[in-house]
């Protein structure tokens, strides 16, 4: 399976924004959900977003609802998050995934057990 890479992490403070990238690869086509997770320190790993590689079906958390936003350049085969309005509790590693082929399931898929692809993780730092 081709690896998927992260980019974009970094260390800002409460209220600033970080942009997330992963580069996809063939999957962009592939009728998968391709997600972004984060898992903090001592906590599970969670979902932030989903989004279907075939048609308009995304998962947000509720957590980050408002400010998070999911997005699939399928030209560039990128997988992005972009994230407005941070604060101290979005601090966590975060990982790209992408799901087993699902071809028209409509309700994106939120456990981390349902994705079999993963990147090496991106850590994301917000101060107060």
């Known amino acids: 399976q081709a690896p998927l890479v992260e980019t974009g992490g970094g260390s800002v403070q409460s209220g600033g924004s970080l942009t997330l990238s992963c580069v996809t690869f063939q999957y962009t086509y592939t009728h998968r959900y391709l997600g972004w997770f984060r898992q903090a320190p001592g906590k599970e790993r969670e979902a932030v977003a989903t989004?279907?590689?075939?048609?308009?079906?995304?998962y947000i958390a509720d957590s980050v609802k408002g400010r998070f936003t999911i997005s699939q350049d399928k030209t560039k085969n990128t997988l992005s998050l972009e994230m407005n309005d941070l604060r101290p509790e979005d601090t966590a590693m975060y990982y790209c995934?992408?799901?087993?082929?699902?071809?028209?399931?409509?309700?994106?898929?939120?456990?981390?057990?349902?994705?079999?692809?993963w990147g090496q993780g991106t850590q994301v730092t917000v101060s107060s």
């Open positions: 989004i279907h590689t075939g048609f308009p079906s995304k």
């Open positions: 995934a992408v799901s087993r082929p699902m071809g028209s399931v409509r309700t994106p898929p939120t456990k981390a057990s349902e994705y079999t692809g």
